[in-house]
C-alpha cells in the first residue's frame, strides 16, 4: 500500500474485533467500494451484459461440481436448520453462474451473456494482505472458449479496470492447460505431479529429476509477451499447439492495448478451473491483483459439458490503491438557514449537512464550505 493511502485512509482491519481476514470497510473506503463496483458495472452493462444475482449460499455440492477441474476447495460450511443439508457461503460467483447458465437459462440462446456483483468470502486468505471477504464482480459469455470470446472477455475486463481511473495496468497471460495437454500429445511424463511443482518453481534441477527435460523451454519462456510467444515457438510443441500460440498472441494484442503483458505458460496458482486461457490483472498502487479471467467448462445437470470465458474482479485492491474516493464539496448549513436551501444545493451534487444543534460546526462535519446567504469556502 502506498504511504499516502495509508495516511489517509484507517487501518482497514480492526485486529482482535473480527475474525482474522474480516474488515469493516470504514469512511471513506466503503462509498469508494460502491463508487468502483458501479463504474466497473456500468463499463460492462453496455456490451449486452445481464446482471443475475446468486444467493450468499448455496448447497454445498451445486457449488464445487459446477465447474469441470475445479478442485473440492475449503468452504466456509453450515448445517442448514431447514433443509438439514450442508450449504456453504460462495468463495467464487463463477461456478454459481455456471448453475444458473445451465439449469435456469439452459433454455437462452448462446452464447449467454450474464454479469453479477456481490461479496465472497474464502476460508484461507488468497495473498498476503488480502482478506477472506471481498466484493467480487465479473462477467462470464457462456457457451464458447472461442478466442474471440476470450478477446471479448479480456476487453471488458481492461474497459471495466480503466474506468475505475486505475494507472499502469498490467496483464499476466497463462495457458493453463497445456502442460496437461502436452503431456498427453507431444511430451508424455511419467509423474505430471512432479513435473508441474518442478514447473511451478521454475527449477531446471527438479524437473530433469522428475524426467522433464523436455519442458524446460517452457521456463524460459516466461517473461514479456512478445519474447515468450518467440521462445514457445521455438519450443518444437508440434503443429498442433501452433493455433494455440496463435490465440495467446491475439490476445497479448488485445491486453497491449490496455497496458504492459507478460507470459507465463506454466502459472496455475488461481486458476484451478480454467481451460487453454488464463489472465491475471493488475493496476499501479493496488496492494494484490485486481482480477482473473479465462475460458472454462460448465458440467449441465444431463452430464454434457459447455464452455465458457469470464472474467472476475475485486473492488479492494482498487480501495487500497486510493480509487473511488469522491472529490464531493461539503457544505455546513448553521441552525436557521432558509428552507429549500439544503435541497436546492443537494440537488445542485453539494454534500449539504444541516446543523442540529448551536454548537454543531462545519469542522466537526468535516464540511470545507458554510452557508451564509451563498456558499463561502472556510
Ligand atoms: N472467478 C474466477 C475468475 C473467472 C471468471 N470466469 C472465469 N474465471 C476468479 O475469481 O478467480
Redesign the pocket.
Given at each position: 500500500m502506498s504511504s499516502t493511502v495509508s495516511a489517509e485512509l484507517p487501518d482497514p482491519i480492526a485486529k482482535g474485533l473480527l475474525p482474522e481476514g474480516f474488515r469493516d470497510r470504514l469512511p471513506p473506503r466503503a462509498e469508494a467500494a460502491v463508487n468502483l463496483e458501479q463504474a466497473m458495472m456500468a463499463a460492462i452493462r453496455p456490451h449486452g451484459y445481464e446482471r443475475v444475482a446468486p444467493p450468499l449460499a448455496e448447497f454445498e455440492e451445486s457449488l464445487v461440481t459446477r465447474l469441470a477441474g475445479a478442485e473440492t476447495q475449503d468452504l466456509l460450511r453450515l448445517i442448514d436448520p431447514l433443509s438439514q443439508r450442508t450449504i456453504a457461503l460462495r468463495p467464487?460467483?463463477?461456478a454459481q453462474v455456471g448453475r444458473i447458465a445451465a439449469t435456469r437459462l439452459g433454455h437462452r440462446p448462446r452464447p449467454l451473456r450474464l454479469a453479477y456483483a456481490g461479496p465472497v468470502l474464502r476460508v484461507r486468505k488468497p495473498q498476503v494482505g488480502a482478506t477472506r471477504e471481498a466484493l467480487?464482480l465479473?462477467a462470464?459469455l457462456i457457451g464458447s472458449d472461442h478466442v474471440r470470446a476470450v478477446e471479448e472477455i479480456l476487453t471488458i475486463a481492461l474497459e471495466a479496470l480503466a474506468a475505475t481511473g486505475a494507472k499502469d495496468i498490467s496483464v499476466d497471460l497463462t495457458l493453463p492447460s497445456l502442460v496437461g495437454e502436452l503431456a498427453e500429445g507431444p511430451w508424455p511424463v511419467a509423474d505430471l505431479p512432479a513435473v508441474r511443482n518442478a514447473l511451478d518453481g521454475k527449477d531446471h534441477a527438479q524437473l530433469r529429476a522428475a524426467g522433464g527435460t523436455a519442458y524446460a523451454p517452457l521456463i524460459e519462456a516466461a517473461g514479456p509477451a512478445g519474447e515468450a510467444l518467440a521462445a514457445l515457438r521455438s519450443a518444437n510443441m508440434g503443429e498442433a499447439f501452433c493455433a494455440r500460440l496463435d490465440a495467446a498472441e491475439r490476445l497479448a494484442a488485445t491486453a497491449s492495448r490496455f497496458g504492459s503483458v507478460s507470459l507465463d505458460p506454466t502459472e496455475r496458482l488461481?486458476f484451478e478451473?480454467?481451460t487453454w486461457a488464463g489472465f491475471s490483472l493488475y493496476a499501479g498502487g493496488a496492494p494484490a491483483e485486481i482480477?482473473?479471467?479465462?475460458?472454462?467448462t460448465i458440467r449441465h445437470p444431463d452430464g454434457h459439458e459447455e464452455a465458457?470465458?469470464?472474467?472476475?474482479l475485486?473492488v479492494d485492491p482498487l480501495v487500497e490503491a486510493g480509487l473511488g474516493i469522491g472529490a464531493s464539496r461539503r457544505i455546513f448549513l448553521p441552525l436557521g438557514t432558509a428552507d429549500g436551501i439544503a435541497q436546492r444545493l443537494r440537488t445542485e451534487g453539494w454534500v449539504a449537512v444541516a446543523a442540529l444543534f448551536e454548537e454543531d460546526s462545519p469542522e466537526a462535519n468535516a464540511c470545507t464550505y458554510i452557508w451564509d446567504g451563498e456558499a463561502r469556502p472556510l
Open positions: 467464487d460467483m463463477t467480487q465479473g462470464e488461481g478451473y480454467q482480477g482473473r479471467g479465462g475460458t472454462y465458457a470465458a469470464g472474467f472476475s475485486y
